[in-house]
């Protein structure tokens, strides 16, 4: 089982600042090389304060993040299916103590909400909801999936699910599992336990222990990718690194694949809560130095940020190391077809990121990245220790180039007007060049120009 030791943890970050110049080099050059860092490692990084070493960080931040993720970022959007809750969590706004009018979509409303996500292109789609058995049970939530993966559009389908719902067992965890879901996201909010005990009142999430083997218990039910992450904010910011790091290594350990995904949501200001009752929110630097170092540490997790940071944040985190985005996300259950139709918002917490999918999408390619709505390692088998090998071999970024210009050219083609167009194409021309397989470039040209001329869609490999 995993074991978060308060104690241990304090101990090597104290012994950490101790960690001489040659020792720290070692460390950054070792990471240089793409080997990923053991947690004692990286305490050594994270309370290292002087100038030279935290440059190189970033520096082989941004090495890697290019060398493994190249401009590529894949996309996707929340959906919130159901904000019933039985827990009070302080910095929720879905905390059950809060009286609002509180609701779950019925299955043509889950209809409405992904005819509004697939409008704005997506593919990817991470489904929320609070925790409430009676009202929300897991029997709604696998119906919710059906419902989605069931849809399908002219111009194609979600095509990946992920999931982001309570801790639960084996069984339910198995029948999720079934369902065909992509990651089973869950965040250990904090690993500091009186930290989390304070912060989570009442309710079945208030039990630590539950909550921390949920990964154990959703990998034991066949799930293969999980996605982590933790509330900066709640508890010291590297306390809650390290504790990330022990929990990737035990699954690591245990079933052969740590996590698949690494979520940096930053405590925000939502409806019911204060901020200045949370001593520990993390400054802009120290939140950058952070992704950096996660960066280093698990080269091959995806890292993912969320319109809770602004825009020049969301920039800033993508030049060291964060490879997935959310774009003209609605935290509120309901949200996208009450966007439509111009109604006021009651989100789970307000997004800083306003906005839209399409002006995200179009600057990010200004901006020389490529965004992609590849969903093709799930798809094609490729989760857990199979998808693990396969990116620490480096051969993964042979498909994810190709994949993510062939997405590109049917979001252009379907959801892009003419100037859109015209600019993803270029980028597409440029970037089909930089696919190292001769064979593998071809097929992806011949993909991308049927797709562009009518000819084809959902070609991945
Ligand atoms: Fe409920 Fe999740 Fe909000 Fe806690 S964070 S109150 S469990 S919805
Ligand atoms: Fe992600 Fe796999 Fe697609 Fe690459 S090929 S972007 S790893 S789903």
Do not use: W
């Not at 904000?83 to 609701?103: I, P, Q």
């Amino acid at each position: 089982m995993v074991r978060i030791d308060k104690e241990y943890i304090q101990n090597l970050l104290s012994e950490a600042k101790g960690a001489d110049d040659a020792q720290i080099t070692g460390i950054l050059d070792k990471a240089e090389r793409l080997a990923g860092l053991s947690h004692k490692e990286i305490a050594a990084l994270l309370v290292s304060e002087n100038p030279t070493h935290l440059a190189r960080i970033f520096a082989i931040a941004g090495q890697i993040k290019k060398h493994i993720y190249g401009n590529r970022i894949v996309m996707f959007a929340p959906l919130y299916v159901s904000d019933y809750c039985v827990n009070k969590c302080t910095y929720c706004s879905y905390n059950c103590a809060h009286t609002f009018g509180r609701r779950k979509l019925t299955l043509p409303e889950v209809r409405e909400e992904v005819k509004h996500l697939e409008q704005m292109g997506h593919k990817r789609i991470a489904l929320e909801a609070g925790e409430h058995d009676a009202e929300c049970p897991l029997d709604y939530i696998l119906d919710c999936i059906r419902t989605i993966y069931d849809m399908k559009f002219e111009n194609g389908a979600i095509r990946r699910v992920n999931v982001n719902i309570a801790a639960t067992t084996v069984d339910n965890y198995r029948r999720l599992q079934e369902a065909g879901i992509g990651t089973y996201i869950l965040f250990q909010e904090t690993y500091d336990k009186d930290i989390y005990e304070k912060v989570h009142t009442a309710g079945p999430k208030k039990d630590f222990a539950y909550h921390l083997t949920a990964f154990d218990r959703a990998m034991e039910g066949g799930i293969d990718d999980v996605g982590a992450g933790v509330l900066f904010g709640l508890a010291d910011p590297y306390f809650e690194v390290m504790s990330l790091m022990l929990h990737n290594e035990h699954l690591e350990a245990r079933f052969g694949a740590g996590f698949h995904t690494i979520s940096m949501p930053r405590l925000c200001p939502a409806d019911g809560m204060d901020m200045k009752a949370f001593p520990n929110l993390v400054d802009d630097d120290t939140f950058e130095k952070i992704a950096a170092i996660i960066r280093l540490a698990v080269p091959f997790t995806g890292m993912i940020l969320s319109t809770r940071e602004n825009r020049a944040m969301r920039e800033k985190l993508l030049t060291v190391g964060v490879s997935q985005l959310s774009a003209g996300s609605s935290t509120e259950v309901g949200g996208y077809a009450k966007r439509a139709m111009h109604k006021e918002a009651m989100p789970q917490f307000r997004v800083t990121d306003e906005r839209t999918a399409p002006e995200i999408i179009s600057e990010l390619l200004d901006s020389g990245y490529l965004p992609s709505f590849c969903t093709a390692c799930y798809r094609s088998g490729r989760t857990g220790d199979r998808f693990m090998a396969l990116a620490k071999s480096g051969q993964i970024k042979n498909v994810c180039l190709p994949n993510a210009l062939m997405t590109l050219a049917e979001y252009a083609m379907d959801y892009g007007d003419d100037a859109f167009r015209e600019k993803a194409h270029k980028a597409i021309d440029t970037s089909i060049k930089g696919i190292g397989n001769e064979k593998v470039q071809t097929q992806t040209r011949t993909n991308v120009d049927k797709i562009i001329s009518g000819g084809g869609r959902d070609f991945y490999l």
